[in-house]
T-cell receptor, first 114, second 114 residues
Framework: KQEVTQIPAALSVPEGENLVLNCSFT??????LQWFRQDPGKGLTSLLL?????REQTSGRLNASLDKSSGRSTLYIAASQPGDSATYLC?????????????FGAGTRLAVHP | EAGVAQSPRYKIIEKRQSVAFWCNPI?????LYWYQQILGQGPKLLIQ????????DSQLPKDRFSAERLKGVDSTLKIQPAKLEDSAVYLC????????????FGPGTRLTVL
């Protein structure tokens, strides 16, 4: 059974810091891995999607890497800003599940203070 | 392009009552998903539709939860009777196809069962 774990559960940093969020999954048989952002009272917004054949994806100040063999992904946020404060969720699409099913971690709650 | 719409945004009911949630996916999206997100956890897939057919309802508590997608567009999720542990945010998402396509999420309905 696929399980997704995110560390740390919560993180508080001063503005301007570079930071890394971690995600691990137990079964490497996945189609892809996604990082989502969730703001309070709002739905999820997809930030980056890494296909199983890829090693990383970049969007602006965000960079996500995938090491499928070790079951790990990291989300790197450069020069953090207060507007980055949100919960970041990692999700994998397992091959055994089929049909674009997503298995989510519990998320990392990030607070960036001025 | 309009996003995924959900209503109501908030609902408070007493246990053993019934409740229904509505979702309107992005136009043209064939696949629709209902997720349950309990406080402090990641979303968990309840049911997935491809057009108006169910492709995955393995985690739907079928003794109390039901869902339908009429004409392959809008969908409703019903709980009858509700239990205290059903308190959660119910998220609807849609994607263009059944493949590994990005899922777009609505704002969710926050359900409180007293």
């Amino acid at each position: 059974k696929q399980e997704v774990t995110q560390i740390p559960a919560a993180l508080s940093v001063p503005e301007g810091e570079n930071l890394v969020l971690n995600c691990s999954f137990t079964d490497s048989a996945i189609y892809n891995l996604q990082w989502f952002r969730q703001d309070p009272g709002k739905g999820l917004t997809s930030l980056l999607l890494i296909q199983s054949s890829q090693r990383e994806q970049t969007s602006g100040r965000l960079n996500a890497s995938l090491d499928k063999s070790s079951g790990r992904s990291t989300l790197y946020i450069a020069a953090s800003q207060p507007g980055d404060s949100a919960t970041y969720l990692c999700a994998v699409s397992p091959i055994s599940g089929g049909y674009n099913k997503l298995i989510f971690g519990a998320g990392t709650r990030l607070a960036v203070h001025p | 392009e309009a996003g995924v719409a959900q209503s109501p945004r908030y609902k408070i009911i007493e246990k053993r009552q019934s409740v229904a949630f509505w979702c309107n996916p992005i136009s043209g999206h064939a696949t629709l998903y209902w997720y349950q997100q309990i406080l402090g956890q990641g979303p968990k897939l309840l049911i997935q539709f491809q057009n108006n057919g169910v492709v995955d309802d393995s985690q739907l508590p079928k003794d109390r939860f039901s869902a339908e997608r009429l004409k392959g567009v809008d969908s409703t999720l019903k709980i009858q009777p509700a239990k205290l542990e059903d308190s959660a945010v119910y998220l609807c998402a849609s994607s263009r196809a059944e493949s590994t396509d990005t899922q777009y999420f609505g704002p969710g309905t926050r359900l409180t069962v007293l």
